[in-house]
């Protein structure tokens, strides 16, 4: 919380729109509160998706000493065996993520073994229409909690899908995707190469939430700090049937890098 405070305190002087960050401890960040609308999961406006990208360009300029270097541990292939203790405790999701076994294999193959080209960058790393609000039509970037190091590409395109699509990924706007770019490009940052890695982060961040929800699923256990176990079925569902989609559609999404 320490680095992640001390990094928002930069963001902020460098005139990033954010709650000002006021204090933080071990566990807790405390920010000045901020008026503003939530942000639909739907296409945003041009103008906003153009903003968005000049404040990522700004906050990657950033000169942050950044102490947490953790490397990434290698993603899980435990899922025919997720499937089998779902059929075995009878889940009412199991029939389907058997089905999908195989698919989840493939994508957590592609999540190890896909190149990420660089720069690494000090980031949000979450910048989702929820982490964010409108003030004035203008973009307020909330929740920096998951600060960290992150491979750029990565970055860009979760951010610009994410500001580009509704809840699944039947209404992607394209022109949207490549403002997001364009404002990034006009606020002094330089592009990575295309390629699949730009949707790596996503899909590998999706993987690691679906199996989470899967394990608390098959524990059984309420956790008066965590969210129902009704919600956590609900999450496998979007994952198991959301996945595979967003997987098969790379081609689809590379295309929007032109």
């Keep these: 919380m320490e680095d992640v405070f001390r990094f928002e305190r930069a963001a902020y002087a460098a005139g990033v729109p954010m709650p000002e960050p006021i204090s933080a401890d071990h566990d807790t960040l ?4 901020v008026e503003g609308e939530k942000v639909p999961e739907a296409p945003v406006s041009a103008a906003y998706a153009f ?9 990657h ?20 065996e997720l499937a089998a203790r779902a059929a075995a405790t009878g ?10 076994v195989e698919t989840f294999s493939a994508i957590a193959h592609f999540v190890d073994a896909c190149e990420r080209p660089g720069p690494v960058v000090l980031t949000h790393r979450d910048i989702q229409p929820w982490n964010l609000l409108a003030r004035q039509g203008r973009p307020v970037v909330l929740d920096w909690e998951l600060s960290g190091l ?3 590409s990565g970055e860009l395109g979760s951010t610009a899908l994410s500001l580009a699509k509704g809840p699944g990924f039947d209404d992607i706007r394209p ?3 490549r403002t997001v770019l364009d404002g990034y490009v006009a606020g002094g940052g330089a592009l990575p190469p295309p390629g699949p890695s730009w949707f790596v982060f996503m899909i590998g961040g999706w993987l690691g939430f679906t199996r989470w929800n899967i394990l608390r699923c098959l524990a059984g256990v309420e956790a008066s700090t965590r969210p129902e176990l009704a919600l956590s ?26």
């Design 30 to 33: 405390v920010h000045r509160w």
């Design 51 to 59: 903003e968005v990208g000049a404040i990522l360009a700004r906050i």
């Design 61 to 80: 300029a950033l000169d942050v000493a950044w102490t947490d270097v953790s490397t990434e541990e290698p993603t899980p292939r435990d899922w025919p």
């Design 233 to 258: 079925h609900e999450s496998v569902r979007n994952g198991v049937r959301g996945l595979p989609d967003l997987f098969g559609r790379l081609p689809e999404l590379e295309a929007l890098l032109g």
């Design 91 to 100: 889940q009412p999701w199991a029939d389907e993520l058997a089905a999908q």
């Design 175 to 177: 022109a949207v995707f």
């Design 150 to 152: 992150l491979d750029l």
